[in-house]
């Protein structure tokens, strides 16, 4: 992440552009760490020891993240963090690609590979997949943990050191993150070299996760992490994963985020600043931007994503280095480049050597492009040059961070960093139609009220960061995970119908934007490479960033104040649409690739008809709980009195597995007796192994159930009907009613009840729950006495076996007279 080859480049350079300082528990200094919260995730799952092919060990998974955030609260640490708002256009090629490497290409050689291979743990080290619940338990965890902290008289409105805050950014998290730090005065701890470009006045520098060093200081410790640790000896020490207590670890000294055991803890970080780098750099601070985006980074990637030169966008590597240059020896190459051109500009004089003055940021953008090219740039196609210094201006905008003279968080209700006015969230939320209505008009009134309810809920983790994307770009991204790849994506065929539902929610509400044209339909179907990532969403969706360079940028592209734009107009809510069918782009598994496809949105009349809910022109979000919650269930196929009956700790299961359970019964029966699709109906047995496998029931550490395919799917439904269902509950604004059970599901639980490697518990389901999961479904279970008959069929053969004495097997023993053997004669 961030910009290529500037993670290898700090580590070579550790010394010329870091500084190390330590924190204690005796210290009464009290720091500030905004953690990426994403960056976090992903590192406590790269270092946690987990299986995660199962499904996820999220029990497992909480305690490790306790243990961190327990341990930066040791040392007095205000925590903040931060995780990401939904994906910028400009970002979706570089989105696209790390979850084709990933999950989708992971799933392809996990399939493809034995089952002997790909059980070993080299395998399974090298094609991790974040497991998919990982998100929900982060937040969850880091909220109780925030309530102990206000039990114990540590809130977060009260602030100090050890307390704990919760933010979601308005788009990307880095800005936010930068911007946050700047405000109150901090550091940001992630693993995105993106934190050393950003920058803003009173931030105070990066710090690496990778980089930590802890120390538990005990009665036999005669050194602290100070006496040996210097800025000139500073060295990150080999990372082991046996940090964890469950495992054993005695050791006094960790590196990492993970803490050791123990209560009086020190942490030792180097701090990268970007006024350190630039000034190694020798460029001016303010060309850091320039210079990530000359170098490439997550906003410069080519559609085509290879090394060739074509009208969708020149790669820019292929372009500017030579393919065995060190991603290093780049930002050098760059920094010289840029350095070149300013001593030119600097010494010409004005009446001098002209063609080298730079009085603009573009000019300065098109010299080094010329400079920094190493293929002729006259063979490029016409425009392409044009095009190339355009995309670097997008990217370099990407690191702008608007410049206030406020102080303190909160400055409205709505966002701990913006008024209402210039907050980026509550900009793109605002339906456009309504934009310029007085705020006293009627219609504008229940769109603000919405608008306001469902920032509230997502400022507090209520609302799921992939529904902001319907919002701002009328797109969603599936959370893949591991799923066979000759099978139709689960994103479709599980989730599918709960998302139509979603879409019609959201587009009623707050408008979902469409696309200006369909010029991008038409290449798609020009082009006949399979691989191939179309991005069907137009690229118009540029946010203000007021950044210094925005002046000097405004002459190169006039377009970049259009924050969603919408060519279509919307009918009023809650009646049939009289228009063109309004659309979402949904972004999932096809095959074995990552495809764009148009999800048209259902008429929210027709699905009130359809589930019996009285029309009214008031919002379903603005009416009762009860009617929330009753609409709830009927797209669930699941308003019965025994779910009704039921205990808000077991809803969400009950609801995913009769989810799961009947969306497969229908697809088997809209399928004309196909086998295929019959097969794929649960049996009695796996819907009672997937209940249980919500205990707490801990297997020992060598239990390793061995990982069949089948086993691999159901556990794929199964999470993204929970996920689907918990979204759903998250647009009628009623996540409380359907919480995440307190007993964490266990992946390999499950695929050990499966396999009866571990037996399912008599009691491990109770008797309510199995009647609300089954009730009112009928006939959906797979029948297990099929392979019964199958050996019945075949111990109906004695007397074959005496007819039969010719060789081969099967019908094919004896002739065709020997079925005249069993007559009379």
């Not at 372009?319 to 991603?327: A, E, I």
């Not at 605002?430 to 007085?438: A, S």
């Not at 598994?589 to 496809?597: K, V, W």
Request: charged share 25%; with cysteine.
């Amino acid at each position: 992440m961030g910009v290529h080859g500037l993670t290898t480049y700090l580590a070579e350079h550790r010394k010329a552009v870091s500084e190390v300082r330590e924190f204690s528990y005796e210290s009464e200094y009290t720091p500030i760490f905004v953690v990426d919260g994403w960056s976090f995730i992903y590192e406590v799952f790269a270092n946690d020891g987990l299986p995660w092919v199962y499904g996820g060990e999220y029990s497992q998974f909480e305690s490790l993240i306790e243990d961190v955030v327990y341990g930066w609260l040791n040392v007095h640490a205000q925590l903040h963090f931060v995780f990401d708002g939904p994906y910028p256009a400009i970002k979706f090629q570089t989105v696209a690609a790390r979850i084709t490497q990933t999950a989708i290409q992971g799933s392809l050689l996990f399939f493809r590979t034995s089952a002997v291979s790909r059980s070993r743990p080299r395998f399974l080290n090298e094609t991790a997949m974040l497991p998919p619940l990982s998100y929900m338990i982060c937040i969850r965890t880091l909220k109780s943990i925030v309530s102990e902290l206000e039990k114990s008289g540590r809130s977060q409105e009260a602030g100090g050191g050890g307390s704990l805050h919760l933010h979601f950014a308005d788009l990307e998290g880095d800005p936010f993150s930068i911007e946050l730090a700047a405000r109150l005065g901090g550091f940001v701890i992630g693993n995105d070299s993106d934190f050393v470009i950003l920058n803003a006045p009173g931030y105070l520098g990066y710090i690496p996760m990778r980089e930590m060093v802890w120390s538990s200081m005990t009665d036999s410790s005669e050194t602290t992490p100070s006496e040996t640790t210097s800025d000139e000896e500073f060295q990150t020490v080999v990372k082991s994963k046996s940090h964890k207590k469950a495992y054993g670890r005695d050791e006094d000294t960790t590196d990492g985020i993970f803490p050791p055991p123990g209560e009086k803890l020190e942490l030792v970080v180097p701090i990268y600043s970007p006024a350190k780098l630039a000034a190694h750099l020798q460029i001016p601070i303010s060309l850091l931007p320039l210079l990530g985006a000359l170098v490439g980074n997550d906003f410069t990637r080519s559609k085509k994503g290879d090394n060739s030169a074509t009208l969708q966008g020149t790669n820019l590597e292929w372009l500017f280095f030579q393919r065995q240059m060190p991603l290093s020896q780049r930002i050098t190459r760059v920094a010289t480049t840029l350095r070149s051109i300013l001593d030119a500009a600097l010494l010409a004089t004005p009446k001098g050597k002209q063609k080298v003055q730079v009085t603009s940021v573009v000019q300065l953008i098109e010299r080094a492009v010329a400079k920094l090219a190493v293929r002729p740039i006259d063979d490029l196609p016409s425009g392409e040059v044009e095009r190339i210094v355009e995309r670097i201006v997008d990217a370099t905008l990407q690191y702008a961070i608007a410049k206030t003279a406020e102080d303190g968080l909160w400055l409205s209700p709505l966002c701990p960093l913006h008024d209402e006015e210039t907050c980026p969230l509550t900009k793109y939320l605002i339906p456009p139609e309504l934009v310029t209505q007085d705020e006293s008009d009627s219609e504008a009134e229940p769109n603000n009220t919405l608008r306001d309810l469902y920032v509230t809920a997502y400022r507090r983790g209520e609302l799921e960061p992939r529904l902001l994307d319907v919002l701002h770009t009328g797109t969603y991204w599936h959370r893949v995970f591991l799923e066979h790849p000759d099978y139709e994506s689960v994103g479709r065929s599980i989730a599918g119908p709960i998302h139509e539902v979603i879409y019609a929610l959201l587009d009623d509400a707050l408008v979902v934007p469409q696309p200006e044209d369909e010029s991008e339909d038409e290449e798609e179907e020009e082009e006949s490479d399979e691989d191939e990532l179309v991005d069907v969403v137009e690229e118009s969706d540029d946010e203000d960033p007021l950044a210094p360079l925005r002046g000097a940028l405004q002459q190169l592209d006039d377009s970049v104040d259009n924050v969603m734009t919408d060519s279509t107009s919307s009918s009023p809510p809650s009646t049939p649409p009289t228009h063109k069918q309004r659309k979402v782009v949904e972004y999932l598994r096809r095959g074995a690739r990552l495809a764009p496809e148009e999800t048209l949105i259902p008429s929210l009349h027709e699905i009130y008809v359809h589930y019996g809910i009285p029309i009214s022109p008031i919002p379903i979000q603005l009416r009762s709980e009860a009617d929330r919650f009753t609409l709830f269930l009927r797209v669930l196929r699941s308003d019965t009195s025994s779910i009704h009956s039921l205990s808000s700790e077991h809803l969400l299961i009950a609801l995913t597995i009769r989810w799961t359970l009947s969306t497969i019964d229908n697809r088997a029966r809209e399928s004309n007796g196909s086998k295929e699709r019959v097969r794929e109906r649960w049996t009695k047995q796996e819907a009672r192994a997937f209940l249980a496998s919500f205990t707490c029931i801990e297997p020992s550490a060598d239990t390793k159930p061995p990982i069949e395919d089948r086993n691999v799917q159901l556990v794929s439904q199964t999470l993204q009907a929970l996920l689907a269902i918990t979204r759903l509950s998250q647009v009628l604004l009623i996540p409380h009613r359907v919480p995440l059970p307190s007993e964490h599901y266990s992946g390999l639980v499950f695929h050990a009840f499966l396999t009866n490697t571990i037996p399912v518990p008599p009691d491990a389901v109770p008797p309510t729950l199995w009647d609300a999961c089954v009730d009112d479904l009928g006939d959906v279970f797979l029948e297990t006495v099929r392979k019964k008959r199958k050996k019945d069929a075949h111990g109906d053969g004695p007397k074959a076996t005496q007819i039969t004495n010719g060789r081969g097997k099967g019908a094919a023993r004896g002739g065709m007279f020997d079925i005249l053997a069993p007559a009379e004669i």
